[in-house]
């Protein structure tokens, strides 16, 4: 855990238990933060500051972001994986998903259908499947999509430094990959087979795509998977490891949460809205400038709440299955997603939400001319 510092996960238990107030008001009161301001914060000692937190996350935000929400829309293009996640449907040994990999007009369909409802920045994703998901049909996918969107950002299985870069030259700027747990322990259980079970090399993901000269480098962990405090104080580590080391790139904040279906996954250690709430807003002030997403997993009214102190981009309109807006219309139903969306409201109904809350919808915040 805590990706390139020394500490034990007894060090940062203990150091998290002893947190007192005054250390909190402390970390409240400076300009500049590092790790431990961050531990500070998503203490339980910085409960009852969470309303002070909200109202210095929301001055930082307008400071960096001003009044304004980005959208984008995920296309999944395939969802045959060679992984075992346990906690996925997509998984090589879950039977009852229907497997497709779409093809590329079939992707350009989708592509278009959601460039209809406005959204300019797009975040391709796949699961792992080293036969279809080469690094050059990715890069004929950026190609194509880059004749219809700003920005395109990617979340696949993670690539080799060279392979980023064709993706790069391609037209992809963003990467995502969450590394689900920092517990390497937890990791090797809930991973335990496929290429996924390397965790040094998905640690090191974004390290290669910046290098690659990726531009946004999105980081994560799966909330539900490991206790939260642990698991925020070993990404903020990884993300001060990632600035420092990539630092004409910026680090991208995501907070997933799985959300417990009937007969699916039981996440064994469940985060509340008010810890999620508590953990963006100590990101969102111990790093003022990094970006910070919230997706559909999420209601329509905690996204509408935190978008305006903590988060700077939101999905709209998301489906997650291939082929979900255009190509599947009518079979969408019977399909296995992902993940559940806990937001179906379409983009016009989230902008309008944007909108009502006295916020600028941004459709398009970059665009590479070179
Ligand atoms: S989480 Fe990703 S890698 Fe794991 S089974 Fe699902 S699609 Fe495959």
């Not at 790069?168 to 747990?181: D, P, R, V």
């Not at 291939?322 to 806990?342: C, M, W």
């Amino acid at each position: 855990m805590f990706p390139h510092l020394k500490y034990s996960e007894a060090d940062v238990d203990g150091y998290i238990s002893g947190v007192a107030p005054e250390m909190v008001e402390a970390s409240l009161a400076k300009e500049r933060h590092d790790w431990f301001d961050l531990l500070n914060l998503i203490s339980g000692a910085a409960r009852p500051f969470v309303p002070e937190m909200r109202r210095l996350a929301q001055t930082v935000r307008r400071r960096y972001y001003g009044k304004t929400v980005s959208v984008y829309a995920p296309l999944y293009i395939g969802n045959t994986c060679i992984n075992s996640c346990r906690y996925c449907d997509f998984r090589r040994q879950h039977t009852g998903t229907v497997r497709r990999n779409l093809t590329l007009d079939e992707i350009r369909a989708e592509a278009e259908a959601i460039h209809k409802t406005g959204i300019d920045s797009l975040l391709v994703v796949a699961g792992e499947d080293p036969k279809v998901n080469t690094v050059a049909h990715l890069a004929e996918v950026g190609r194509l999509l880059k004749t219809i969107f700003s920005y395109l950002a990617l979340e696949v299985a993670p690539q080799s430094e060279d392979g980023y870069r064709e993706l790069f030259a391609a037209g992809f700027e963003g990467l995502t990959c969450f590394q689900e747990t920092y517990d390497q322990t937890l990791y090797r259980e809930m991973h335990p087979a496929g290429p996924k079970a390397d965790y040094e090399w998905r640690l090191n993901t974004q390290l290669r795509a910046g290098r690659a000269g990726f531009r946004i480098l999105g980081c994560a962990f799966l909330l539900g998977l490991g206790p939260w405090r642990r698991e925020a104080a070993s990404l903020a580590a990884h993300a001060f490891y990632l600035m420092k080391e990539c630092y004409e790139a910026k680090v991208q904040f995501a907070f997933p949460r799985i959300c417990r279906v009937d007969g699916g996954f039981v996440p064994p250690c469940e985060v509340n809205d008010e810890e999620l709430e508590q953990m963006m807003l100590a990101f969102r002030i111990v790093f003022p400038q990094c970006c910070m997403t919230v997706s559909t997993r999420e209601a329509p009214a905690f996204r509408d709440r935190i978008v305006q102190t903590a988060a700077d981009n939101m999905s709209a309109g998301s489906r997650v299955t291939p082929g979900g807006y255009a190509v599947l219309e009518k079979a969408r139903a019977a399909d296995v997603a992902q993940f559940t969306l806990s937001d179906s409201r379409s983009p016009t109904e989230v902008f309008a939400a944007i909108r009502a809350n006295g916020q600028e919808v941004v459709f398009k915040n970059w665009d590479n001319r070179i």
